[in-house]
């Protein structure tokens, strides 16, 4: 009678200084594609651009290892577009306040598609005085979208990175 022997194959431990450098590599990897994002929305301003940051923290939070992306301005102009602002009453009867004669936007709220409407400010300046109601602006929630896109892709792109890391630990268990 013939017999058969098995013999478990017993792993190394994974790598996890490995892990870690591949998710860091690929947080990296996506901070770079969110800030390029941010870039676009601003691509057409004449004046006033904002220059965007980019932070990666790592161990951010209570418990277990996390890594953070933080894209951010400090240009206001910018936050306002963004966010939008609510409509304000202006007195301009002891300071006349002066604008231009033409404005036209060159985006729209809730798109990533940037000067599709192709911006204008221009004309004769106009002197404005009295009471008058300023509308606010319609905040083009440029941060949801870019969210939103990226959310849609990031999520297997680490996936993908971080298998691929396994699979490298794996083959060199085998060896």
Known sequence: MKT???????????????LRLSALAGMNELSEDILREYQKTTKYWKKNRPVFTRRLETNVGGSGEKIAVTIYTDNSVYRYIDRGT???VID?????IVMSGVYKAGSTPGTLIINSLGGVEGGSKRVLRGVFFHP??????FTEQI?????SSSEFRMTER???S??????????
């Open 92 to 96: 301009a009867r002891k300071k006349p």
């Open 136 to 141: 606010g602006i319609r905040a083009r929630l």
């Open 166 to 175: 396994v699979e490298r630990a794996r083959d060199k268990w085998l060896v």
């Open 4 to 18: 058969a022997r098995f013999e478990a194959v017993r792993p190394k431990t994974l790598d996890i200084k490995e």
């Open 86 to 88: 609510s409509g304000t």
């Open 147 to 151: 969210q939103k896109k990226m959310e």
């Open 162 to 164: 971080l298998q691929s």
